[in-house]
């Protein structure tokens, strides 16, 4: 079976456990007792690697971690959610004022 390398500098996402669930904190509940607690991490890559192995990488913010290798090519999927209508005329209202408060200095 041929393995894939994964070039030094690929954009990759790597992830880890940080505590099993044993070690997760008595004062957490049940429900997030009973899974580990996990991070994953985008950046990228330092050296050469194959996906499932241990890897290192940097962050956008200059950390380096290590973890296994877990996506080529991560995208992002988070939203923040639909529109809140009440939020949706905020940057014209703020704008209406600042432009009233100047003129009246």
Known sequence: MMTDH???DTWVEIHRVLLDREERAPQVSQDTREVPLEMKVKGFL???AVLGDEA???TAAGRQ???TLSVVN???DHDFGPPIP???T???EVREILREQKGVS
Do not use: N
């Open 90 to 92: 905020i940057g014209r």
């Open 56 to 58: 290192e990488i940097v």
């Open 65 to 67: 971690i290590r973890g």
């Open 86 to 88: 009440e939020l949706s």
């Open 74 to 76: 991560p995208s992002y």
């Open 46 to 48: 330092l050296h050469e």
């Open 6 to 8: 994964v070039a030094k």
